[in-house]
């Protein structure tokens, strides 16, 4: 041999690696023995990548801000396929460098992560999956000579969709349950007609054909509110109950709805109150009820939010509840808004006792609204619940875009409850329907009396809402698939010629904000209504649910492909104003993609 | 002859280093595990015949501790490398650990079994033959030399991590050469 010293011969001398736990011992040290790191400077933003067709390097810059000075810093980012980050759409922080990362949307490629940086106290979970969703079963066909009328609530969530596209940008399918259709349907904008004068909503309905069986059809059902001119908001009375559980030490969670909550600020008037509650080990409040033009205190308050502790939301709800009573704001938005990533552990009252509440709570005119953040942690089905019997909505905030259209885009607005306890009923022609297939609103069921039950709860709509329902039509003289039932023996071929040439008909009931009986809108739909196109619209909302029911692996989505699905999109893009439109056909693309 | 073998790893991306400085936690696993073996190897060779998984541990949690509270000093601006100014913390805790030890309470020889069961290939013995010539080496000479033939450390970054001047690390790497060499003689054709 030569060299000894040569490096072939070095490498002989081969040592062992750190042990496979060796990171996550460090970071256990880090935490417990609250190791300081003195920070070399704070970010406004902290850009992340989602998740990308394929390895790409890019480019991300970062503003960051020293007193009144904004700095840019480029950074060069390389990423892996199925990179995880949180993230946060800001078109205008993103620069792509090589122009070559294939299947991601340009829109979806910055992670925000505000000024105020909570303290390195956080250790990674090894996160076990705590998401809990309740079950969803398609529903089924059904013969419209055995069951002609088909009664649900409406639901203007669309938690569900942040949250599938938190799933999809991590390069994951969503577990089937956490995939609501309607709520998919409704997360995007309508071109409804706005209502007539003296009516809360519109009613608009389209028939075309159904992607999903070349014989069916779809009718599509679109309810659309008024909307109310922003000047015209009543005084908002919000008050915000803080998760700030160590949970919530995350940058997607309490920094960024910190960073939510200062966009909010901005847009409040002087007639507005805004308080904040914390709850964690204990609760407190952080911000008395304060008008909207002590816009610094406010902004304080949210400052000095930081994580600690474990949760127990029973004190901090009945705490918030107490200050939203207190500054009640007659013939205004009262409101609670709960904010937490669903680690909800009600503590000494049940989960019952605080469900009586929040309706004790809204018979006295405060709603509540929720809030979720994060990831692996999520209650999804408990916070749909609560929002529910609070007359609220339940949103999933995943990104500072998200942020902003619920809380600042829709806390005008849409605070303003137009109509309560929304109930759609349809009514089906067994002459010209032979079975009928309700899209979605799965878990907003109500049986067929409970239409005309005033003392039913149901959902609420806001201003400038709309809210689409499709039913998938059999029409007569094709077989129902897997009908539940024989065809009836002893009922009279109903065939009134005065009904002649009418499929449905639609009812909905509804309350004013501040009645307790309810008034009845009804239209009947022609067969003769359809069209040879159909709109953009219906279009989309079409792609939409045969993009949910494709990752519902629902039972009825006949043969259609995504390849099919993309097109469907692809073609109903319309104006998009606000993007969403392409952003979804991104993520039907990820989701072609994708594996659970 | 500067040997990379434990810098076939790639530096951590900018951002990750950047959001790392911030505190945050996510992106500081991500720097340990980037980093943990090149600095799990220097430890194991320097700590030679001496090593036992319990102190290379100890060491190498200090090691990345010492970087989580000095990280928002390093400068990201290219003119250092970050693999370079971790493995300059590594060799000053490791030194320092040395430094604290009494030898007589440490164990013998475990090294050489590790490095025998290991050696596998031919010239024969030859791994465990180059760790005893390393053990040999005065400390000083040993740890030079490792940074230089293992880690691709510059005679100046070496002298900056040593905090000797470049005229001693050349002196060092030329006298531990020597004696390396003649220590592994026999393999020698």
């Known amino acids: 041999m030569k060299d000894p010293l040569s490096n072939e011969n070095l490498a002989r001398y081969e040592v062992p690696g750190a042990p496979a736990d060796f990171a996550s011992r460090v970071m256990e040290r880090i935490a417990n023995e609250d190791v300081v790191a003195p920070r070399r400077r704070r970010w406004k933003w902290v850009a992340g990548i989602s998740s990308v067709a394929a390895a790409a390097v890019v480019v991300v810059m970062v503003s960051q801000r020293s007193g ?73 066909f059904i013969t419209t000579a055995a069951h002609p009328l088909s009664t649900f609530s409406v639901d203007v969530d669309t938690a569900s969709y942040a949250n599938i596209r938190r799933f999809l940008l991590q390069g994951k399918l969503p577990p089937k349950d956490a995939v609501r259709v309607e709520e998919m349907i409704n997360y995007f904008d309508y071109d409804y007609p706005a209502p007539e004068r003296g009516e809360p909503f519109s009613i608009s309905t389209e028939i075309g054909p159904s992607p999903f069986n070349p ?97 127990n939301g029973a004190d901090g709800i009945e705490l918030a509840y107490n200050l939203a009573e207190a500054s009640l704001i007659r013939g205004g938005i009262n409101r609670v808004v709960l904010c937490t990533d669903g680690d909800f552990n009600v503590g000494v009252t049940n989960e019952g006792d605080l469900t009586r509440l929040i309706e004790r709570e809204r018979t006295r005119g405060v709603y509540l609204t929720v809030l979720g953040f994060g990831m692996g942690n999520l209650k999804d089905a408990t916070m749909e619940k609560l929002a529910d019997r609070g007359n609220g909505n339940y949103a999933y905030i995943d990104s500072l875009a998200e942020a902003r259209k619920v809380l600042v885009e829709q806390a005008g607005a849409t605070l303003v409850t137009v109509a309560k306890d929304v109930k759609l009923q349809i009514e089906l022609n067994p002459a010209a329907v032979a079975g009928y297939r309700l899209i979605g609103y799965e878990n907003r069921a109500l049986r067929d009396e409970d239409f005309n039950d005033d003392k ?118 319309g104006t998009d104003r606000n993007g969403h439109r392409a952003e979804a056909i991104g993520l039907i693309s990820t989701a072609s993609t994708a594996t659970r | 002859m500067a040997l990379a073998i434990e810098r076939s790893a790639t530096e951590l991306d900018d951002l990750t280093l950047a959001r790392a400085q911030q505190g945050d936690t996510a992106a500081f696993r991500q720097l340990i595990e980037q980093y943990q073996h090149a600095v799990f190897a220097l430890l194991w060779r320097f700590f030679g015949r001496r090593a036992r998984t319990d102190i290379v541990d100890d060491v190498g949690q200090e090691t990345f501790l010492a970087v989580y509270r000095s ?70 000479y040993r740890i030079t030399f490792l940074l230089r033939a293992y880690h691709d450390f510059s005679y100046e970054e070496i002298a900056k991590a040593l905090e000797v001047d470049v005229g001693t690390v050349k002196s060092r790497l030329s006298r531990a050469r020597g004696q390396l060499q003649a220590a592994l003689k026999e393999f020698e054709p």
């Open chain 1, 215 to 311: 014989k069916f059809q779809l009718v599509r059902i679109g309810l659309h509110t008024q909307r109310i001119d922003e000047a015209k908001v009543p005084p908002r009375n919000l008050v915000f109950l803080i998760d700030v559980s160590g949970s919530m030490n995350a940058p997607e969670k309490l920094p960024l709805l910190q960073h939510a909550l200062g966009m909010l600020v901005e847009r409040l008037r002087p007639q507005d109150k805004v308080s904040i509650v914390i709850y964690a080990g204990a609760s407190g409040v952080a911000l008395r009820p304060t008008t909207g033009d002590h816009k610094d205190a406010i902004r304080a308050a949210i400052n000095e939010l930081t994580p600690g502790g474990s949760t």
């Open chain 2, 71 to 140: 990280i928002g000093r390093f400068r990201a601006d290219g003119t250092a490398r970050l693999s370079t100014w971790i493995l300059t913390i590594a060799t000053r805790t490791a030194i320092k650990a040395v430094r604290r030890a009494t030898p007589e309470t440490l164990p013998l020889d475990e090294v050489a079994d590790v490095v025998a069961a290991q050696d596998s290939g031919a010239p024969g013995g030859f791994a465990a033959a180059l760790g005893r010539a390393l053990d040999a080496l005065a400390e000083p």
């Open chain 1, 68 to 140: 009144d000075a904004v700095h840019d810093d480029v950074f060069k980012y390389k990423v892996e396929r199925d990179t995880k980050h949180s993230l946060i759409r800001n078109e205008e922080l993103v620069r792509k460098s090589d122009g070559k990362a294939e299947g991601w949307t340009a829109n979806t490629l910055i992670a925000a992560q505000p000024a105020v940086m909570p303290g390195p106290r956080q250790v990674e979970p090894p996160a076990p999956n705590t998401e809990a969703y309740s079950r969803i079963d398609d529903n089924p």
């Open chain 1, 456 to 573: 039913k709860d149901a959902g609420d709509v806001g201003a400038g809402h709309s809210v689409t329902a499709l039913y998938e039509i059999v029409p007569a003289g094709v077989a129902v698939p897997a009908a539940k039932v024989d065809a009836l023996k002893y009922q009279t071929k109903p065939a009134p010629a005065a009904n002649a040439g009418e499929l449905m008909t639609v009812k909905i009931r509804y309350k004013s904000p501040d009645a307790n009986q309810s008034k009845l809108l009804s239209r009947a739909v022609m067969s003769n209504e359809r069209r040879p196109t159909q709109s953009v619209d219906f279009r989309w909302a079409t792609a939409i649910a045969a993009f949910g029911m494709m990752l519902r692996e629902s039972p009825y989505r006949g043969n259609i492909s995504w390849k099919q699905i993309q097109a469907m999109a692809d073609a109903a893009r």
